[in-house]
């Protein structure tokens, strides 16, 4: 069941921290693809430190970005633990010299700091000997040769390998305090049945019955998860997130400084919650611990602009739509208030097909109240007049502009085509 407070978060921060942020290369597919070797890529856990983690100031730059929820990746599919897990050696405390539990920390601050706890777990694990006990029978998947040796399936090897999932799934919810969202991937390579996604919801809310848990589960999830590329059509369901890089690399990449400007992040964040969706931002961390600075820069002068707007954000329900306002929009949950984005110099404000009266409009970031002008509409076939609203060239946000609306009632949309007089 969908939580409410995950469709109120509308803006979460996403980690992508590991191994890999050692040497700076793709997390876990750097070795699939062969760009480096499998032992190559492990060894890097002699340079993973967490030497200046700092899960307080974590939560201090998520706080001022404006995160509601954040997710850390307790596991990739490269098998490493970032926590003390009793089923495998392969984990930050026994290979590496950051020596402790990192999850723990990461989990308390972000409580303490009023941000939801997520964690980021990969189904599957391409160091784990019984990952490749069977293969999917319904797909044709090129297998890495190294996880998916030849020969027969070996079904008993495999119930080993779903005990040794279940196990680390249950130290994550059991041993941190409450985890309000899993955020699975690497589910792929097995088919639901296989993995039994079935008893596998049912088990996790045995531990959490209010934990929230992402499309990654072959339809026993909560909502969907478009990645990187933007969504046309609305996914499916009553709540969505859209998973997307601060530059084109999920981890630590130095060689990746295509960061997107503060405009551009805004200019998506506002397309997705004008849809009802989340938007879940990735930054990388290094190996140290600490955020590459222009990421956390970016973060920063994200929150300064949502701090004035914040009431436009939180709470807020999906908009009328580019049918009757050529931008973003969101509404209050009483429906009684719109919400207006505006980009560069916008000039006047245009809205067609609202039946409510707007009493008021108001630049949300500095309170200037603002003229609203109508034009007639065609009464007889039940149009409504459109609305105008001139916003001053001095008024215009260098990243958006939004306009609050009190409407006279609940929003009421015209709908139709209208049409010519009929009679007089």
């Not at 404000?349 to 949300?364: E, I, R, S, Y």
Request: contains cysteine; charged residues 25%.
């Amino acid at each position: 069941m969908m939580q409410q407070w995950f469709k109120d978060a509308k803006l979460g921060v996403f980690m992508h921290w590991g191994l890999y942020s050692v040497k700076g290369i793709a997390e876990s597919w750097s070795f699939y693809k062969g760009e480096i070797s499998y032992e190559d890529y492990m060894a890097q856990a002699g340079g993973f430190t967490a030497s200046r983690y700092d899960p307080v100031k974590w939560a201090d730059i998520f706080t001022r970005f404006g995160a509601r929820y954040s997710v850390l990746t307790a596991k990739h599919h490269d098998g490493f633990a970032l926590w003390d897990t009793r089923y495998s050696d392969l984990n930050v405390v026994k290979q590496t010299p950051a020596g402790r539990d990192l999850i723990g920390p990461y989990c308390q601050a972000m409580r303490d700091a009023g941000i939801r706890v997520g964690l980021y777990f990969s189904h599957l694990d391409w160091s784990h000997p019984d990952n490749n006990a069977i293969i999917r029978p319904d797909t044709d998947l090129p297998y890495h040769p190294r996880t998916f040796p030849q020969g027969a399936p070996d079904p008993k090897r495999w119930k080993n390998f779903l005990r040794f999932h279940r196990g680390q799934l249950e130290e994550l919810m059991t041993r941190y305090g409450t985890v309000d969202l899993m955020w699975f991937d690497g589910d792929w390579e097995k088919n639901a049945d296989q993995w039994d996604m079935k008893g596998l919801r049912e088990y996790l809310h045995r531990l959490n019955p209010q934990v929230i848990l992402n499309s990654r589960m072959q339809g026993y999830g909560d909502y969907e998860t478009p990645e990187q590329g933007f969504p046309v059509g609305d996914p499916v369901g009553e709540a969505w997130e859209y998973n997307v890089t601060m530059n084109n690399s999920w981890g630590y990449v130095p060689t990746d400084q295509d960061n997107k400007p503060v405009s551009r992040l805004v200019r998506m964040f506002t397309e997705v919650i004008s849809r009802g969706g989340n938007m879940l931002l990735d930054i990388g961390p290094l190996a140290d611990g600490t955020f590459q600075p222009e990421q956390e820069k970016r973060l920063l002068e994200f929150g300064d602009w949502l701090r004035p707007v914040s009431e436009a954000v939180y709470g807020t329900e999906r908009g009328i739509g580019l049918r009757h306002y050529c931008g973003p929009s969101t509404l209050s949950k009483d429906h009684r208030t719109l919400y207006l984005y505006a980009f560069g110099r916008p000039g006047d404000l245009f809205l067609k097909g609202l039946h409510t009266p707007v009493k008021k409009a108001t630049v949300l970031r500095s309170g200037r109240m603002l003229p609203v002008e109508t034009m007639i509409g065609a009464p007889w076939n039940g149009v409504p007049p459109t609305v105008w609203i001139p916003v001053p060239e001095e008024e215009a946000d260098p990243y958006a502009t939004v306009v609050r609306l009190d409407l006279d009632g609940e929003v009421s949309l015209f709908e139709g085509a209208g049409g010519a007089i009929a009679y007089n």
